[in-house]
T-cell receptor, first 115, second 115 residues
């Protein structure tokens, strides 16, 4: 049973460029969340997708956008990259629960460096 | 409102001695609580979770945590540290709010294990 996978593992971009990161959720999961983890910090919630719609969003600008596909995989897009966007981007998958909060399972992350 | 406080940013123990990583939380709802571990340059691995069942929760690799509602704490312990336990540990609180899962990470505790 494959866990959460992310691609690419590492990425180097320059300021002003755009980047797309990809995530495949754990088998059986239908919800994908994205987090940004700056060096030495805890993960910060970016947004969450379920049924191909953004359901929740953290305190991130509109330069950060996403998409979820019918097979539940997801993309994170960041436009007009800034130096401060350099971070580890983590994808987490879970089941959309109507009761108790669902456990999230994390991928290995994509490390983005903006020069 | 919801918050997590990890009381120590760094903890250093000798191999074979007990580990205690402290976490206090605040939540307006009935929360679930998690501990994740992150080894250097890796994603987050679930150690254990509390979801309103038994207050003493056993996880992987000999870790356990006790949910104490009166103290709003969820401290992580292990009787005997191993060199492989050296990593960063994150306490996470999750609660349903308005039908959505609100996830809040602590700032992390870096565990050093001395041979």
């Amino acid at each position: 049973d494959a866990g959460v996978t992310q691609s690419p593992t590492h990425l180097i971009k320059t300021r002003g460029q755009q980047v797309t990161l990809r995530c495949s959720p754990k088998s059986g999961h239908d919800t994908v969340s994205w987090y940004q983890q700056a060096l030495g910090q805890g993960p910060q919630f970016i947004f969450q997708y379920y049924e191909e719609e953004e359901r929740q969003r953290g305190n991130f600008p509109d330069r950060f956008s996403g998409h979820q596909f019918p097979n539940y995989s997801s993309e994170l897009n960041v436009n007009a990259l800034l130096l401060g966007d350099s971070a580890l981007y983590l994808c987490a998958s879970s089941l959309w629960g109507g009761g108790a909060p669902e456990t999230q399972y994390f991928g290995p992350g994509t490390r983005l460096l903006v020069l | 409102a919801q918050s997590v406080t990890q009381l120590d940013s760094h903890v250093s123990v000798s191999e074979g001695t007990p580990v205690l990583l402290r976490c206090n939380y605040s939540s307006s709802y009935s929360p679930s609580l998690f501990w994740y571990v992150q080894h250097p340059n890796k994603g987050l691995q679930l150690l254990l979770k509390y979801t309103s069942a038994a207050t003493l929760v056993k996880g992987i690799n000999g870790f356990e945590a006790e949910f104490k509602k009166s103290e709003t704490s969820f401290h992580l312990t292990k009787p005997s540290a191993h060199m492989s336990d050296a990593a960063e540990y994150f306490c996470v609180v999750t609660a349903l709010s308005g039908g959505y899962q609100k996830v809040t990470f602590g700032t992390g505790t870096k565990l050093q294990v001395i041979p």
